[in-house]
């Protein structure tokens, strides 16, 4: 019995040393778990591109990665989804948002690796273009951090507003004669000149027009403002779509709408050619009469 249990003993010490090495070997070369936290979580921006062509976002990205025990230095990959206007169905191109660290110089936030240490900041930037169509761009920003083949990933929302914006210029001419015909016409008297105003924008627009007070005698006879109301057209083009053919009446009290137009893209400025006429009556006396009319555009 005695040289039985001898010659188990070996083989039992055998069995339990292969099974504490098979457990105990992978165990060594375990990873170390990583977090990425970044704030702000959800980054809004307002931009209006007629003024602002390229600014940097107050306060940035802060990314930072834990337990700091276990990390040194890495990298930090970025990709940006869509950027999309869930209402037009638009997407804003993804080069408008840009990424820097330091002074170092900014990059569009197309897919990015940039170096990160415990605790980064990181400077956003948004570089609009002058036409980009307006709408509320929402898409999300994700952050992947390696280390060491240690891998934590972090998500931000991003929201960028781009505003409606629609200006006016005038090229000619200055002022505008209206002069009675030799006889009495249709129209009345119309004035020999076309008005002719440029217009540019991202959106679709309309062209308003008010007149600051009746027309007031300026020299002649006449020694009280002219009764009657001023009229103006505009003459239709690819641009501009006038809201008649006829004459609108312009009055003091509010602006009056002559036109509705599109947005001009790259085109730049459109060209809107206006006429301004009046009715002839045999009550009106002879003279020269000068009023203002304010003409503006706005988004439609």
Not at 13 to 41: E, N
Not at 187 to 193: A, C, F, L, R, V
């Amino acid at each position: 019995m005695a040289m039985r249990h001898k010659q188990v003993k070996p083989i039992l010490l055998l069995i339990f040393s292969i099974v504490f090495v098979w457990l105990a070997g992978p165990g060594w070369s375990h990873v170390p778990d990583i977090q990425l936290q970044v704030m702000p979580h959800h980054v809004t921006v307002r931009v209006n591109p007629s003024q602002q062509t390229f600014f940097e976002i107050s306060g940035g990205l802060q990314a930072s990665v834990f337990p700091f025990s276990r990390f040194t230095q890495g990298t930090l990959h970025m990709s940006l989804t869509p950027l999309v206007d869930a209402n037009s169905g638009r997407q804003l191109p993804a080069d408008r948002l840009l990424i820097s660290l330091g002074e170092g110089r900014p990059v569009p936030i197309g897919s990015t690796v940039l170096p990160i240490s415990r605790a980064t900041r990181f400077r956003l930037w948004v570089r609009p273009e002058l036409y980009d169509a307006p709408g509320l761009y929402q898409g999300q920003l994700c952050l992947t951090v390696n280390c060491a083949g240690a891998q934590a990933v972090a998500h931000v929302d991003v929201h960028i507003q781009v505003l409606p914006w629609v200006v006016i210029r005038r090229l000619a001419p200055s002022p505008l004669m209206i002069t009675s015909p030799g006889s009495f016409g249709p129209e009345g008297m119309m004035s020999s000149e076309r008005i002719v105003l440029l217009v540019a924008g991202n959106d679709s627009w309309q062209l308003l027009v008010q007149a600051s007070d009746p027309l007031s005698p300026l020299s002649g006879p006449a020694t009280t403002p002219l009764a009657e109301q001023i009229g103006m057209r505009v003459f239709a083009n690819e641009w501009v779509q006038p809201v008649t053919d006829d004459l609108v009446q312009v009055t003091t009290d509010s602006p009056a709408l002559l036109a509705t137009g599109k947005a001009t893209g790259d085109c730049g400025w459109a060209a809107v050619d206006l006429q301004v006429g009046m009715p002839l009556t045999r009550r009106q006396v002879a003279g020269v009469y000068m009023g203002e009319l304010t003409l503006s555009v706005a988004p439609y």
